[in-house]
């Protein structure tokens, strides 16, 4: 004889199976993130874009490896990206949850013969220009011919992607650029001597005041022959302005950069480049 099931044996039912479901899912283990160990040599006195691990002009750059002499030599981060050295844990111990804790510097760190910083078996902390987060390990040196010069600097290291919107690695106070809008838009035909005017929206916090600066540029160089705007004296910040160039002649502009640049200083402390596509003819 079956037995008949009202609403509350059901309910019941209902119940146990939930929870049968949420204890099977408790206990299934979350599959760590898969690391790729990469390998790099850095040559002496040449920048690296981590990112798109190439090497790149001081534009572009996340780190510049600075010989200042045979005895005298910096790791130096760039164009907004930060570097910290790692004490007291190994590479593989070092996850994305401990990369976003780090505090970086925008300061050069030492790989000098006198009292180095970084040295073989040194592992750093890299924030990219780009907000991606890398663990490194500098793993030796190669010489320059047959000197004992440390030139060509050998690491291994994981590059982590970080999602734009993770809170967790933006600073609302650190320098940034950000093209807002370019006029006429991309693709573009200007008559000789038309302006291509581009909006750029700017904070800076690192320095009292900085220039800002919008170029065109052709196959990854400057593009001759332009005539542009130039920059007053931004004040810390945050704002909006409009820069503009032009040519006289027949020209094609590939790319528009964007630099901050200090009173005191050639180099930016920060750089943002949009792929376009504009010609003057």
Wanted: net charge negative; aromatic share 10%; hydrophobic share 35%.
């Amino acid at each position: 004889m079956y037995r008949k099931y009202n609403n509350s044996d059901a309910l019941i039912i209902a119940v146990f199976v939930m929870a049968c479901i949420f204890l099977i899912s408790c206990s299934k283990k979350t599959p760590p993130t898969e690391e790729i160990y990469k390998t790099k040599v850095l040559k002496g006195t040449w920048g690296w874009d981590i990112d798109s691990d190439a090497e790149e002009p001081r534009e572009y750059r996340d780190l510049w490896w600075e010989h200042v002499n045979e005895h005298e030599r910096y790791l130096v981060p760039r164009n907004g990206s930060g570097l910290a050295v790692v004490k007291g844990k190994k590479l593989e111990d070092i996850n994305l949850g401990d990369l976003k804790k780090m505090e970086f510097t925008g300061g050069r760190i030492s790989a000098s013969d006198e009292n180095p910083d970084i040295d073989v078996g040194t592992i750093l902390a890299v924030r990219t220009t780009e907000g991606n987060l890398v663990k490194l390990e500098v793993t030796g040196f190669d010489q320059l011919n047959d000197s004992h010069l440390k030139y060509d600097m050998r690491m291994r290291y994981v590059l982590y992607e970080i999602n734009n919107s993770d809170s967790a690695i933006a600073e609302p106070q650190q320098d940034s650029l950000k093209i807002i809008s370019i006029e006429p838009k991309s693709p573009a035909i200007l008559a000789l001597g038309e302006k291509l005017t581009v909006d750029v929206q700017y904070n800076l916090s690192s320095v009292e005041q900085a220039h800002i600066f919008v170029r065109p540029y052709t196959g990854g160089n400057k593009t001759r022959g332009y005539r542009a705007h130039s920059s007053p004296l931004y004040n810390v910040g945050s704002g909006i302005i409009q820069g503009w160039f032009f040519f006289d002649k027949p020209t094609k502009v590939d790319e528009v950069l964007v630099r901050m640049v200090p009173d005191d200083s050639r180099e930016p402390v920060v750089v943002t480049r949009l792929k376009i596509n504009a010609e003057w003819k």
